[in-house]
Each structure stands twice: as structure tokens, then as C-alpha cells.
């Protein structure tokens, strides 16, 4: 008989929120909204730091969640659902995040990312800045976007 996996402890689980507790980090299957945001913030910097990573890339990889996740927003709209998955090992943090658009892929604006004018169009450089080399999937369901962030 196949075995049966125990859900998710209360103060993990709430409606459009579920958070799966991993060894190596989490998976956390959430509709974007600022309240679910607050708290995926919150445990991207608790995974990070208790990984044995330094605050500064526990920042990082929480400004990056944000970016990405906010990111989703702005494509699919309010409470859109993402999957933030968070992998870390002793040299690096990845950040995962999955939408269900997978036909519309980031673009860089053309204004440079100093402009005072830009309303927006600064989030792809931050991406740039902290996790060179980031990629987008296309998958069955949307699309995934992987940063990866060195710990050293």
C-alpha cells in the first residue's frame, strides 16, 4: 500500500496559501495577494538564514521571490495563482517561480535602469544584478522562471 503523506500543519495551510516544508526549502502554492506576499516574504528569508546562508543573500533571494512573483501579478492579475519553490545547498539559493501565463515571457524595458522617469521596468535588472544567467521555461501549466543565487 502506498504511504500516506500527512497535510500540511495549519500554520502553513490557509485558503490560497499552502506551504510544503522541505529539508532543502519549500514549496509554496499561493494566489498572489499583498497578505500572501508578506508571508512568502518572510519565509524565503527564514528558509535562507536557516540554511546557514548570510542575511544579505536572504535579502536577495526575498527581493527576487517579490520581483518574480510581482511580476505575475502584473501579467495574470490579482490573487493569479504562482507556485514559489525555494531550493538551497551550501553554495547556492534558487528561486523558482511558476505562473500559469506561458505564452507572454519577460521583456526588458528600454529605459536603463537608472531612469528617474521609469514607472516601472527595473525588475529585470535587479533579476540581472543578483542572479545572472536567470532562466524561463515554458511548461504544460504556464511557465517557470529560476534564479539562481551564489551563497558565498
Same mark, same amino acid.
Given at each position: $500500500?502506498?504511504?500516506v503523506l500527512?497535510?500540511?500543519?495549519?500554520?502553513t495551510?490557509?485558503? %490560497?496559501?499552502?506551504?510544503?516544508?522541505?529539508?532543502?526549502?519549500?514549496?509554496?502554492? $499561493?494566489?498572489?495577494?499583498? @497578505?500572501?506576499?508578506?508571508? $512568502?516574504?518572510?519565509?524565503?528569508?527564514?528558509?535562507v538564514?536557516?540554511?546557514?546562508?548570510p542575511?544579505?543573500?536572504?535579502?536577495?533571494?526575498r527581493?527576487?521571490?517579490? @520581483?518574480?512573483?510581482g511580476n505575475?501579478?502584473?501579467?495574470? %492579475?490579482?490573487?493569479a495563482?504562482?507556485?514559489?519553490l525555494?531550493?538551497?545547498?551550501?553554495? &547556492?539559493?534558487?528561486? &523558482?517561480?511558476?505562473?500559469? @501565463?506561458?505564452?507572454?515571457?519577460?521583456?526588458?524595458?528600454?529605459?536603463?535602469?537608472?531612469?528617474?522617469?521609469?514607472?516601472?521596468?527595473r525588475?529585470?535588472?535587479i533579476l540581472?544584478?543578483?542572479?545572472?544567467g536567470?532562466?524561463?521555461?515554458?511548461?504544460?501549466?504556464?511557465?517557470?522562471i529560476?534564479?539562481?543565487?551564489?551563497?558565498?
Open positions: $500500500m502506498p504511504e500527512a497535510p500540511a500543519p495549519p500554520e495551510a490557509a485558503r %490560497g496559501f499552502y506551504l510544503s516544508p522541505r529539508p532543502d526549502g519549500f514549496v509554496l502554492h $499561493m494566489y498572489a495577494s499583498a @497578505e500572501h506576499l508578506v508571508a $512568502m516574504r518572510a519565509f524565503v528569508f527564514k528558509a538564514t536557516s540554511a546557514g546562508a542575511e544579505d543573500v536572504a535579502d536577495a533571494a527581493l527576487v521571490a517579490s @520581483e518574480l512573483v505575475a501579478v502584473r501579467l495574470c %492579475g490579482p490573487h495563482p504562482v507556485v514559489v525555494l531550493t538551497t545547498t551550501r553554495h &547556492q539559493v534558487v528561486v &523558482q517561480v511558476h505562473d500559469p @501565463e506561458p505564452t507572454t515571457l519577460p521583456t526588458r524595458s528600454t529605459e536603463p535602469p537608472n531612469n528617474p522617469r521609469a514607472a516601472t521596468g525588475g529585470l535588472w540581472d544584478a543578483l542572479a545572472p536567470w532562466t524561463v521555461t515554458p511548461t504544460p501549466l504556464g511557465k517557470h529560476t534564479c539562481t543565487l551564489p551563497t558565498t
